[in-house]
């Protein structure tokens, strides 16, 4: 079983090469893409399902034993999102392969999207299996370089503004963790995480404060904790749909997932709990109220993503299983339903020519499907019951509550007071572009052939295609099927809310217990 | 290498020097402030391991070896800030394509917004569209793209 722990990096890596060879051939190439991510999504539940049984996977590359060599571990918080990230991934490929056909540029497409994507994926999954903290850095530059391609395909004019934010603030967390990786060695003289676990704890608690403090703030910054969190509503929303709905979903999780792991492994006992409270409370308030201001829905969705990024740090600040298994409930669920929002935003785009809410209006009566496909997640990340988001949000203000006290009593209402505003954002949304009238400039139903117009204010996208390329008002079913397989998912989060909850409360006992984790890499004791 | 004063104020001024540089509005200087950073960032590897011969059985003493997994990641992080260093510069010259210099402009739409709260008016006040868009100033877009840019903007070529 672990031979298949290397392969959801090498997979897409190996694909990402054969893509790139294959730029040629259009249709090989979505072919190989499609295979690739299908099979990753299929090793990763094999992953899963062999943790859940056995414990953590760890498989030694090079066969170099562990505090010496890298370890990639495939422990069941690893495995959960590795799953989850496959299945978001392979549903955004479709899609944007829908988006690329409907385009008209099935045999001109961009040569360099298959690859970069392939390699987006594999920074992604080696985040997650990292069990080095330098092969940690490897894996997120690796994800950011991709990212940075993909933000600014085409290089028109807006998107080279919003990559360049992007791509500074993105370095500038890179060299933080860079230099924080430089500390930690100097510290404790090794960078293996199991091994840290055990030599950090000789550390200087000033000493291991700082490292936590930067380690902290490196990963802050990717996870879009409130203060350093302005990059991304001026940066995501330019993208294309299929790479904003991918960024939006599983990018800043990974550094949820850093915070979750360092936070748990290196440096248990919560000293910094009461300021990851503040932050986390910041979050969830400033980044909502960003959200009210919004009249573009990618904007808007984006400021909800950073809201809701403060639930997670709820969960995790909190320190105890409980809100451990809500935080890693939280990232499953959101980052499947931001995802599947942003694809409705494209969806939207395409059947309204425009994200602005000025220039949109009646898409519940011109689209059913639309509306459905936009309305169930919408509810959803809002925390309506049943679904999933109100469980999620349920589980971690029920650990607030266990946890007690002031700050964590505060938390709770500010995190009632976000779940209610993004309600009301988002019935905003529904009311302005759903409801009302049909805008004038909209397309219109009858008119099949025409292309969709792009030159509406909130459309700040500048699609990738030749003007007056074949394109339906008609939503292209390769677009609707991955969206309806992402609101099925989510569905699915809520009807099977039971097993997942237990499934990330034994992820939160392994992480607080820290022994599997270190007794899997480091079998012979810690040298 | 065992922490020594020259070191620690090399790096020091690299981490200043680059700090102040990445704060600039001109891509050119953030670039720079990045190489600076990233110089001192693997000087700071660099110090933190321990310094003696080549780490190579048979021609060191064990006790004497320098560490040298400090350097195989030094080498790691050149080769990253390497790329990105040369992203960073396709993206200076393509912004000073397009629009004539490398500065990074403030975002449209945080403007748009700004201006719309001044104005104290929300897309859902009732005669939407009207005059709304008419005091905005410049449309996010309608910038132009690439190919229509008005030919006083091109600088290059």
Known sequence: MNVLVPLPVVLPLAGAALTLMLSRRPRVQRTVSLTVLSI?????????????????????????????????????????????????TLCVLVYSIGQGMADGNEETPLSIYHPTYLVLTAGVTNAFLSGDLFNLYVGFEILLV???????????????????????????????????????????????????????????DNVRLLL???????????????????????????????????????LTKVGVYAIIRTETLLFPGGRVADAMMVLALLTLVVGILGAVAQSDIKRLLSFTLISHIGYMLFGVALTTA?????????????????????????????????????????????????????????????????????????????????????LPYLLVAGGVLTSLLTLYAIARVWNLAFWREPHPEMPHAGDGGEPVRVDGAGNRTAQVREPGAPSGVMLPRLMVAPTLALVVLSAGFTVAAGPLFALSGQAATDLLARTPYVEAVLPEGVP | MSPNLVYAVVVGVLFAAGVS????????????????LGNG??????????????PIVGTTPEAEMSDPLPQAMILTA?????????????????????????????DVEDRRIMARAERDEGPDAADRGGPEEADEGPDPDSEPLPTGAPPARRVGR
């Open chain 2, 78 to 106: 050149i080769v990253i800030t390497f790329g990105m260093t040369a992203f960073l510069l396709a993206m200076a010259y393509r912004s000073w394509h397009l629009v004539g210099h490398d500065e990074v402009q403030d």
């Open chain 1, 212 to 250: 936590e403090g930067m380690l902290l703030l490196a990963f802050g910054i990717k996870a879009a904790v409130f203060p350093l969190s302005a990059w991304l509503p001026d940066s995501y929303p330019t993208a294309p749909a299929p790479v904003t709905a991918v960024f939006a979903g599983l």
């Open chain 1, 322 to 406: 409980s809100g451990l298994s809500g935080a890693i409930f939280y990232v499953v669920h959101h980052i499947t339903i931001q995802t599947t929002l942003f694809l409705g935003a494209g969806l939207v785009e395409r059947r309204g020519g425009s994200t602005s809410l000025d220039r949109l209006g009646g898409l519940a009566r011109v689209s059913p499907l639309l509306a459905v496909l936009f309305f169930l997640p919408a509810m959803n990340l809002a925390g309506i019951p049943p679904l999933s988001g109100f469980l999620g949000k349920v589980g971690l203000l029920q650990a607030g509550v266990d946890v007690g006290g002031p």
């Open chain 1, 146 to 204: 991709a990212s940075y391609v993909l933000l600014t395909l085409g290089s028109t004019e807006t998107r080279i503004r919003a990559g360049t934010t992007y791509v500074v603030v993105s370095l500038l967390s890179s060299l933080i963790f860079l230099t924080a990786l430089g500390l930690v060695y100097a510290a404790a003289g090794t960078l293996n995480m199991a091994h840290l676990a055990d030599r950090l704890d000789a550390v200087p």
């Open chain 2, 21 to 36: 540089l990445l704060l600039e509005r001109s891509l050119t200087r953030v670039v720079m402030g990045v190489i600076m």
């Open chain 2, 41 to 54: 960032a693997n000087l700071l590897i660099l110090m933190a391991g321990t310094a003696g011969g080549p």
């Open chain 1, 40 to 88: 990753t999504l299929a090793v990763s539940v094999a992953l899963l399902a062999a943790c859940v049984a056995r414990g953590p996977l760890v498989v030694a590359v090079g066969d170099w034993p562990a505090p010496v060599g890298i370890v990639l571990v495939a422990d069941k918080l690893a495995t959960l999102m590795l799953v989850v990230s496959a299945a978001v």
